[in-house]
């Protein structure tokens, strides 16, 4: 007896097998696709977190590499001061008092100081790692060319001679400061001394800051942004 039944056409096996199976399948692509768009955006997340947490710790390496900086600052200025004392101390009977306290104070800054070398103040280092986090591109366009200037800057030194040229001649030129300086109480010279240590202080705050901080502005930026 002969197969009455219909054969199942295309029609039947495009219906009812395959057009399901491809809404499966585009179900599945839409699934993964939807997937891998949240997984890069949770690591986007993840990098920009560890993002933040270097760009802070950067800052706080940058802080410590001031504070040493300022702190080598006066205390080649107070050097300065000693050797060229004639210059500070001219016609002063009693030169030899703030000598002595100025070498009480070399050597507590040379004592401070070396209390940094377990402190580490090497920002650099930082870059490395910004560069590979923000992407070469991004960073190589954007902060490198500000990296460049800090460093070109830093290598002359020219900007730092100068700074410090300033500073002596803003000493000579303070009168009251001159006085106190010269005087013959202790009092006077420790008061004089810390002036000198608040110029230092403001004037190479003021210089760092001008260097660094259109490149500080530009990573933060660039954090925000990624």
Same mark, same amino acid.
């Given at each position: 007896?002969? /197969?009455? $039944?219909?054969?199942?056409?295309?029609?039947? #096996?495009?219906?009812?097998?395959?057009?399901? =199976? %491809? *809404?499966?399948? !585009?179900?599945?692509?839409?699934?993964?696709?939807?997937?891998?768009?949240?997984?890069n955006?949770?690591?986007?997340?993840?990098?920009?977190?560890?993002?933040?947490?270097?760009?802070?710790?950067?800052?706080?390496?940058?802080?410590?590499?001031?504070?040493?900086?300022?702190?080598?600052?006066?205390?080649?200025?107070?050097?300065?001061?000693?050797?060229?004392?004639?210059?500070?101390?001219?016609?002063?009977?009693?030169?030899?008092?703030?000598?002595?306290?100025?070498k009480?104070?070399?050597?507590?800054?040379?004592?401070?100081?070396? /209390?940094? $070398?377990?402190?580490?103040?090497?920002?650099? #280092?930082?870059?490395?790692?910004?560069a590979? =986090? %923000? *992407?070469?591109? !991004?960073?190589?366009?954007?902060?490198?060319?500000l990296?460049?200037?800090?460093?070109?800057?830093?290598?002359?030194?020219?900007?730092?001679?100068?700074i410090?040229?300033?500073?002596?001649?803003?000493?000579?030129?303070?009168?009251?400061?001159?006085?106190?300086?010269?005087?013959?109480?202790?009092?006077?010279?420790?008061?004089?001394?810390?002036?000198?240590?608040?110029?230092?202080?403001?004037?190479?705050?003021?210089?760092?800051?001008?260097?660094?901080?259109?490149?500080?502005?530009?990573?933060?930026?660039?954090?925000?942004?990624?």
């Amino acid at each position: 007896m002969e /197969n009455t $039944e219909n054969p199942i056409g295309w029609y039947e #096996i495009t219906k009812d097998i395959i057009i399901p =199976l %491809l *809404g499966v399948i !585009s179900t599945l692509v839409i699934g993964i696709i939807i997937a891998l768009i949240i997984k890069n955006k949770e690591r986007k997340a993840k990098v920009k977190d560890i993002l933040i947490d270097h760009y802070m710790d950067y800052l706080t390496v940058r802080t410590s590499a001031v504070e040493y900086e300022i702190n080598s600052t006066i205390k080649e200025i107070l050097l300065e001061i000693k050797l060229e004392s004639d210059a500070y101390f001219k016609g002063n009977a009693n030169w030899h008092l703030p000598i002595q306290i100025i070498k009480e104070r070399l050597e507590e800054l040379g004592e401070r100081l070396k /209390n940094f $070398e377990s402190i580490n103040t090497n920002w650099s #280092i930082y870059t490395y790692r910004f560069a590979f =986090l %923000l *992407g070469k591109n !991004s960073y190589f366009k954007d902060a490198l060319p500000l990296e460049n200037n800090i460093t070109e800057e830093l290598i002359s030194s020219s900007k730092l001679v100068s700074i410090k040229n300033d500073i002596l001649e803003k000493i000579k030129k303070d009168s009251e400061l001159m006085n106190e300086l010269n005087s013959s109480d202790s009092d006077k010279i420790n008061r004089a001394l810390n002036k000198i240590y608040g110029i230092v202080t403001a004037d190479y705050n003021q210089y760092q800051f001008s260097l660094f901080n259109p490149y500080n502005t530009k990573l933060a930026e660039l954090i925000n942004e990624y």
